[in-house]
Every structure is written in structure tokens, then in C-alpha cells.
């Protein structure tokens, strides 16, 4: 009993330090994407027929998530942050628990403090933005935990392959990455310790039938993706995966080491001012911890009674590795890829470290440590939050009743979320002289003149998404009126312009 009102306790106090802190970093239209595809499924297109997703669909996870948040909330850019500290909160709790594993007293509670005290205290700016925002593959690992706690904790049983296969499937269809962190180092370890034992085959039934459960989750979980394709629903664009070249090869390097200490809370490289730096120094203790743990879980990988462990430190590998190989990272935000390392390296040093940590006395020692994290969370939590990304373009258009309209995907979808709605701002992309639809988390109907209206495009000079006043002109024709409202220019014409799209 204790445990469970100590667990809803610690679950309202870091959700709502959470959200506080997620809100001290604008959302854009990667998560506004997310909110409106839960927002459509709401609304019963629940196979998001119609629907351009990106190269992962979180169909499974995140967007169920979304659209119960949105059915108590509605359509807003707050269900970002929402999302974001659900999930995050999730994760520290589920690794926990794992890492408590079947242990109990105070070896199960150190254990759980480990794991969650090195979790507890995201790093203000690019950590959060990872760990605590919208959806990325940080939510992926919340199943996975689940799956490795069942594993854990219900035994040798039948039923336990069944489940893992199901589960595995499930979250493949949201997030192909579950094959990297979960679905192939299950299989691994489970022939290891197949090939390990002395025993008939018929007495390692449990190692082989879970292997093959790990296995077969995965074509399992591509048929469900081809299935929804086949029904009518959504069109996923292609991961693009290749080998990288050796130039990229050493800058993902770099960008890997910084970017896991940003994970942890120690990116003491771009902590900002003097009280952040001290915080990232202190988050070493916790880097120190999990290297500690994962060495310990390589020591160990042979041992015939240990399942979790190996898993867990084959997954990490597996994943830096196809980060590192297949990836050609751009700068820390790419460092979202491998997000899972965190919570496995936390479980690994809470299952590990927690009875050396009794036996040593190092209680107090322990407390300190996890009294200045929870304090840095406080802190982070009491910063003041941020306006989402267009918001005054957001008021503008509102105040010059302007409601439907064209721009950059950088400022289409995330205007529409904050807007409730009420602005429909749909994404376009130059194809070299003219503007065409956007296929890339857009929905086909959006850009239909005979259901749809657009009399009005922003321009936008963000990158990849750039949108010049030269190919609106060529795909428009000239503007009826043009507005200069900061950094935005807004173009209006006098007809529908979805019509003369590309």
C-alpha cells in the first residue's frame, strides 16, 4: 500500500513539474502534426485516411495518448506539453520499477531511486525539448519497459511469449525502432542463453519461444502497417537509412557524446549561464553511475540467471551503433534517435549498483544527491514558460480575419493548432519554380478546391521550408494585397489558390 500511494504521489509531483518545465520551450509544428492527427481520429477518421505522415506514425502510442488528452482539452498547443510530461513521467516511473525488479525493503527502494534520480531532472533548453515535449522516441521506450517489466516480474509462464510478441507488434506499427531497441536484442539474448544451457531443447522452451515471440513480432508488426495502408489509411514516407561516410561518421561521433550528456543532464557545453553549468556538473555523478552500470551489465552478460540486464545493454549498443552508422546527424537535435539510452542506463545502474550502494552505506550520500536533483527540477519548473512558435503571427491573422491560408511547414501546422482550429494554415513546399502540397504530415483533403479555401500565403525563409515570394507570384499570379507585419510577409489574392497548385 505504501508503494502505490508513494507511486501516485511521486506520479502528480513530477507531472506537474514536467509540464512546467515543457512549457518553458516553444512547440512547432512537428508535435502541432501529432495534435492534429489525434484531433482528426477524435473525430472518427481513426484510420487517418488521407493522411502524409512523417517517417514515424506513433499510431500506437503517442496519438491515443493525444486524443485523450485532446477529449478532456481540445485542440490547442498546450496538449504538446501535456503529452510531453505524461510521457516523461511515465518513463522515470516505469524505469523505477524496473529497476526495483522482484527486490524489496530497502534494497528495492534504493534500487528505484537510482534509476529515478538520475532521470529525475531534465536539462533546461535541448534537453527538454527532447526528453519532455512532443512526441519523439522517448515515448517509444515507455512499452518497451513495459514489455521488459512483464518479462521481469511474471516468470517463466506461457502466456509471457504471447504477450511480448503482441506488444512488440503493437508499438512497431507507431515506431520502427522497437525492432533496434527491443525486438532483435530480445532475440539475441534469448539464443544466447538457448545455446548456454546443457538442457533438451524441449526444457529451454521459455528462452527459444520468447525469441521467436521478439522475432515474429516484427513481420507482424509491418503487415499492420501494410494493412492500414491497404484499408484506406495512413501513407508513411520512407525511412531514409544508409551508411554514412566517414567525414559524417566523426562528426556523429561528436555530436553523440555531447548529445548523451545532454540526455543525462551534464551538457556542461552549452549549459548557457553559470547556475546551469554547476547543475550539468552535478548530473555527472549520474553519468558516472550509468557507465558504472552498463560495465557491470557487460561483466554479467553470460550470467544464466540474468535476463533484463543483457537486454538492456545489447539494446543501447544497438542503438548508438545504427545511430552512429546510419544517421547523418546534423546538430544535438538529432540526438532524439537514441533517447531510449537514457531510461535503459538508468534501470541498469538502479538493478546493479543498488546493493553496492546499501553495503557501502552510501545512503546518505544518495539522498544528497537526489535532494539537489529534485531541486533543479523545481528550479527548471519555476522558470517562466514560452508563447509557442507564431503566436503573434498566430494574433495577427486573427485580427485581420484572415482563416485560411498557405505557408512554410514550419509555421503551417503548429498556427493551426495554437489557433483552436479557427486558422487553417496548410503546409506547401517550392518544387524548384512553383509551390505544391507538402506530403510530409499533411492530409490530402486539405488541398481539395472543391471542399477546401485558401486565399492567402506567409512566406517563410526557414531552411527547407522556404517559400519565396517568386514561385508564389508564378503559381499564383500577383497578389491582390500585400501586408509586411515583422518578420512576416502575407500575401492575399482574390481567389482560391488551392486550385493552382502544383
Not at 317 to 329: E, I, R, Y
Not at 427 to 440: F, Q
Request: aromatic content about 10%.
Amino acid at each position: 500500500m505504501l508503494w502505490v500511494l508513494g507511486t501516485v504521489a511521486a506520479a502528480v509531483a513530477l507531472f506537474t513539474c514536467y509540464l512546467l518545465q515543457s512549457r518553458t520551450i516553444s512547440v512547432g509544428s512537428d508535435g502541432a502534426s501529432i495534435a492534429l492527427q489525434g484531433w482528426d481520429m477524435l473525430h472518427g477518421n481513426l484510420l487517418l485516411r488521407g493522411w502524409w505522415v512523417a517517417d514515424v506514425s506513433f499510431y500506437t502510442t503517442e496519438l491515443p495518448q493525444y486524443m485523450l488528452i485532446e477529449s478532456a482539452r481540445g485542440l490547442s498547443a498546450d496538449v504538446m506539453h501535456v503529452g510531453g510530461a505524461m510521457t516523461y513521467t511515465l518513463l522515470v516511473l516505469l524505469a523505477a520499477f524496473l529497476a526495483r525488479g522482484r527486490a524489496r525493503g530497502q534494497a528495492g527502494l534504493v534500487r528505484a531511486l537510482l534509476a529515478g534520480g538520475i532521470m529525475l531532472a531534465p536539462q533546461l533548453g535541448g534537453g527538454t525539448g527532447t526528453l519532455v515535449l512532443s512526441p519523439d522516441h522517448a515515448g517509444t521506450a515507455v512499452p518497451v519497459l513495459l514489455v521488459l517489466l512483464l518479462i521481469d516480474l511474471a516468470g517463466r509462464r506461457w502466456y509471457v511469449p504471447v504477450l511480448v510478441w503482441l506488444a512488440l507488434a503493437w508499438v512497431l506499427v507507431a515506431d520502427e525502432l522497437v525492432i533496434v531497441i527491443a525486438a532483435l536484442p530480445l532475440a539475441f539474448v534469448c539464443a544466447v542463453r538457448a545455446c548456454q544451457g546443457r538442457k533438451r531443447l524441449r526444457q529451454q522452451w521459455y528462452e527459444l519461444s520468447l525469441g521467436a515471440a521478439a522475432i515474429a513480432a516484427i513481420p507482424t508488426g509491418l503487415a499492420g502497417i501494410a494493412l492500414i495502408r491497404a484499408l484506406g489509411g495512413w501513407q508513411m514516407n520512407p525511412l531514409q537509412t544508409r551508411l554514412v561516410t566517414v567525414a559524417a561518421l566523426a562528426r556523429n561521433f561528436k555530436i553523440t557524446g555531447q548529445g548523451l550528456l545532454e540526455l543525462f543532464g551534464a551538457d556542461f557545453f552549452s549549459a548557457g549561464s553559470g547556475r546551469g553549468v554547476v547543475f550539468a556538473v552535478a548530473h555527472l555523478f549520474g553519468v558516472a553511475l550509468v557507465v558504472w552500470g552498463c560495465c557491470a551489465a557487460v561483466r554479467r552478460f553470460l550470467r544464466r540467471d540474468m535476463l533484463v540486464e543483457p537486454v538492456l545493454v545489447t539494446a543501447i549498443a544497438a542503438n548508438l551503433a545504427a545511430f552512429l552508422a546510419t544517421v547523418p546527424a546534423v546538430n544535438l537535435a538529432s540526438i532524439r534517435e537514441v533517447t531510449p539510452v537514457l531510461p535503459f542506463a538508468a534501470v541498469l545502474a538502479g538493478r546493479l549498483l543498488g546493493e553496492r550502494v546499501l553495503a557501502a552505506r552510501a545512503g546518505l550520500a544518495l539522498g544528497l544527491v537526489l535532494a539537489g536533483y529534485a531541486a533543479m527540477l523545481g528550479y527548471g519548473a519555476a522558470q517562466p514558460a514560452a508563447a509557442p512558435q507564431y503566436a503573434d503571427l498566430t494574433a495577427w491573422l486573427t485580427a485581420h480575419h484572415l482563416t485560411s491560408g498557405v505557408s512554410g511547414y514550419s509555421q503551417a501546422n503548429i498556427v493551426t493548432a495554437e489557433s483552436h482550429g479557427a486558422i487553417s494554415l496548410r503546409p506547401v513546399v517550392a518544387d524548384g519554380r512553383y509551390l505544391a502540397a507538402r506530403t510530409w504530415e499533411a492530409k490530402r483533403s486539405w488541398y481539395d478546391p472543391r471542399t477546401q479555401r485558401a486565399d492567402f500565403l506567409v512566406l517563410s525563409t526557414f531552411g527547407a521550408y522556404e517559400v519565396s515570394a517568386r514561385e508564389a507570384v508564378a503559381t499564383f499570379g500577383p497578389p491582390a494585397r500585400t501586408y509586411e507585419y515583422r518578420e512576416y510577409t502575407i500575401m492575399v489574392w482574390a481567389g482560391n489558390v488551392l486550385s493552382r497548385l502544383r
